[in-house]
């Protein structure tokens, strides 16, 4: 799978889920990754929402995201990374569940 080859309109972008094989569309009226996926009935646990515990950790396989104030608490154990509780994509994204 390649970004590029997301079609999407202005200020509409893409999250694939490989482990899912499935497409998602969203905003950027979105507070966070993890509102998103679970508008689309994608659950993951979740705790805290803040970066403090780690339990929604994920993968970011390609494209970016941006945390929703500072970087998390919580550790990371590869840089692939993510806290979709505290996070938003910037763009297209590429993730693993």
Not at 35 to 60: A, P
């Amino acid at each position: 799978m390649n970004l590029n080859t997301f079609n999407y309109k202005k200020n509409n972008f893409t999250i694939y889920i490989v482990n899912y094989k499935k497409k998602i569309f969203y905003n950027q009226n979105y507070n966070s990754l993890l509102l998103i996926l679970k508008f689309n009935k994608i659950y993951i646990e979740y705790q805290c929402c803040s970066g403090y515990c780690g339990t929604c950790r994920i993968q970011l396989l390609q494209g970016e995201i941006c945390y929703l104030q500072q970087k998390p608490i919580a550790s990371m154990h590869n840089k692939n990374d993510i806290f979709p509780c505290f996070c938003q994509p910037k763009g297209n994204i590429i993730i693993s569940i």
